[in-house]
């Protein structure tokens, strides 16, 4: 390998990035021992404490944090490091991004071994679901299983998930007291967040399972602007998830008035997703409202869907269950 490689091994591990790296690799690595390991990894996530202005943090935070909840070594200062870890997460490459099956046992871990207080947890879980950069397009499999953490009390997820419904920034500048002390570049940097689409809309399921009253939910987010700002289309579609779980359990007037107040909805993903829900449960009579609907994209949709059903070509329930659970791109304009 040369002369001087130990020396530009040092040099290079004493850059966070680098040592994360490094640590990835030996915490699978065979013939080392575990002593070794857990410091490694406390030294990875607790480094993030340390970061100077422009730093990389180390990846592989949920990779580690899962290794040391395993083996019930998780301290709270790795708590702590990793949520600095997640505040300067998107300094990393687009291209980073941990698997579902690190990320979910070192959520397991973080909620389950560390006496972290309620404001500190809902502000980690939502570090979580906005840390794009770890959790790509796993989102909603992550809220999923925070939600169904027992260590997690309800009031606490009910808490979480209205947060998640009413705001797409989670974090809003001046309105977050954050519940341990953040300098002013790292709330700008938290304040810039946004939630994943597919979260905000899982999250008015969880909600009414939590507790609130599901008819005052669709009631509520069914009309016109209820929730503003990005995202705002996919809590429509969260309540429309909503009346599909719990169809057979409302009055038939009451669903039928919410389904066509869905269809009314300026957001045409969501109409699609209307008037889809409709065919799942009343056919093709309802499918026919799309004809008159005021995008010319959905009324061509609709066309070549109904032609097809005169031809014979009847989806199943699964397949028509597939199409709501998709998500749909916006459609053109309205015309």
């Known amino acids: 390998m040369g002369s001087g490689t130990e020396e530009r091994l040092w040099r290079y591990l004493q850059y966070p ?47 580690l944090s899962a290794w040391l909840g395993r083996h019930a070594l998780l301290s709270h200062d790795d708590y702590l490091g990793l949520r600095k870890g997640l505040i ?15 990320i979910l046992p070192a959520c397991d871990g973080i909620f389950r ?18 840390a794009k950069e770890a959790i790509g397009d796993q989102g909603r499999e992550i809220f999923d299983h925070l939600m169904e953490l027992a260590v997690l009390n309800k009031s606490l997820k009910r808490e979480v998930c209205q947060i998640v419904v009413q705001n797409a920034i989670p974090f809003p500048r001046g309105e977050y007291q954050h519940p341990l002390e953040t300098s002013a570049s790292e709330q700008d940097r938290l304040s810039i967040r946004f939630l994943p689409g597919s979260v905000r809309r899982r999250a008015v399921v969880w909600l009414a399972r939590l507790g609130k009253d599901p008819l005052e939910l669709l009631k509520r987010l069914l009309k016109p602007n209820t929730v503003r700002g990005y995202g ?22 009451l669903r039928l008035s919410l389904l066509r107040k869905a269809a009314d909805l300026p957001d045409t993903a969501v109409r ?18 799309a004809l008159d609907d005021k995008a010319k994209s959905l009324r061509e949709w609709a066309e070549e869907r109904l032609a097809r059903r005169e031809r014979g070509e009847l989806p199943s329930e699964e397949q028509l269950q597939a199409e709501l659970d998709q998500e749909f791109d916006e459609e053109d304009s309205d015309e």
């Open 17 to 63: 990035y680098y040592l994360g790296l490094f640590a990835q690799k030996v915490v699978h690595a065979e013939g080392i021992s575990d002593h070794v390991k857990e410091k490694l990894c406390h030294a990875v996530l607790q480094i993030n404490m340390h970061l100077d202005q422009g730093q990389e943090p180390g990846p592989g935070l949920f990779q």
């Open 113 to 130: 071994d560390l006496q972290i207080h309620r404001e500190q947890a809902i502000e980690l879980v939502l570090m979580i679901l906005t």
């Open 88 to 102: 300067w997460l998107p300094r990393l490459t687009d291209s980073y991004a941990e698997p579902t099956r690190q």
């Open 272 to 289: 699609k997703r209307a008037y889809i829900l409709g065919e799942k449960y009343l056919g093709i009579d309802f499918l026919r409202q």
């Open 232 to 253: 705002g289309d996919q809590v429509a579609s969260g309540a429309l998830d909503l009346l599909d779980e719990r169809w057979e359990l409302i009055a038939d007037e």
